[in-house]
């Protein structure tokens, strides 16, 4: 039976409010589970697996899964559809308020059809604050997959981009088209990957990250102006080769990092 008609049959009805859009292509569920590209066993962790067609194809490759599911009907219907794959584990909560703690031993990997509603504040949250995820795994809208890889001075460059290539190298793998969903949303995928680095300077790292954030909510205004309150010393910047008068989407993210280390050697 395809995924189509496993879903036609069973009694659950997308909704909207959760962005359930279903994945119904096996091929392309292949295709996103071998970029997990990870070793036999590997700990993986699901948002919103939905009605489980990459959960399946995840166990069956023997990696053990935790997903997290707001929906209690769709849990439902997981624990009978991932009834014979012990390796599993359910949980019927808010991803967005899942303590991050309780992924326990160092190597997680992350894999989602990510809820368009949360998908970007998620992302940044689980970059910011849960560093033992080493690699992500995440279908989102094309539009945010460009900003999520976008390069310094295009016009989808932000504070999104800054923060993803601070922490991780990510990359654009391939479009989804709607007809792989149901319901069909209203615009194209994009799969992206995203390799964390080992970083060691991660504190410093989410302070260019909170500089980007404020530069970019004056994205016209210059620096000199849009930063004035956060303890640069603007005299020196041209030391580090930055021009006070550039705009945000004007620095590159290590250029961030080069001020946040100017902040904190001064203080
Ligand atoms: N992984 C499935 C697939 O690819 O077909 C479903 C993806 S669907 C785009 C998003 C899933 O995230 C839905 O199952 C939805 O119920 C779930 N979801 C939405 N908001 C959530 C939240 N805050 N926490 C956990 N899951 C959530």
Do not use: C
Not at 75 to 84: A, E, F, M, P, S
């Amino acid at each position: 039976m395809s995924e189509a008609e496993w879903l036609a049959k069973s009694s659950i009805k997308p909704k909207k409010r959760l962005s359930q859009n279903f994945l119904i292509d096996q091929n392309i569920a292949k295709k996103i589970t071998r970029l997990i590209q990870g070793q036999l066993a590997d700990k993986v962790l699901e948002i919103g697996p939905g009605s489980g067609v990459l959960t399946e194809l995840m166990l069956r490759e023997q990696y053990r899964v935790r997903a997290i599911e707001i929906d209690q009907d769709l849990i439902d219907l997981l624990q009978g559809r991932l009834i014979d794959y012990p390796q599993i584990e359910l949980i019927n909560q808010d991803a967005m308020k899942y303590n991050y703690d309780e992924l326990e031993g160092p190597l997680w990997i992350l894999v989602s059809n990510l809820p368009y509603n949360i998908g970007t504040r998620l992302l940044v949250k689980l970059i910011m604050d849960v560093p033992v995820i080493h690699r992500y795994v995440v279908m989102v809208q094309k539009e945010v997959a460009k900003r999520i890889t976008a390069v310094t001075g295009t016009k989808e460059y932000g504070a999104l981009s800054v923060v993803s290539n601070l922490f991780t190298k990510p990359k654009i793998q391939f479009d989804i088209h709607q007809n792989s969903f149901i319901p069909r949303p209203e615009v194209v995928s994009s799969v992206v990957t995203l390799q964390r680095e080992y970083l060691t300077d991660s504190k410093e790292r989410t302070a260019a990250f909170n500089l980007a954030k404020i530069a970019f909510q004056q994205r016209r205004k210059t620096i000199k102006k849009s930063l004035a309150g956060e303890n640069i010393n603007f005299d020196k910047l041209s030391d580090i080769g930055i021009n006070e008068k550039s705009r945000a989407e004007e620095l590159t993210p290590d250029q961030y990092l080069l001020m946040a280390n100017m902040v904190s050697n001064e203080n």
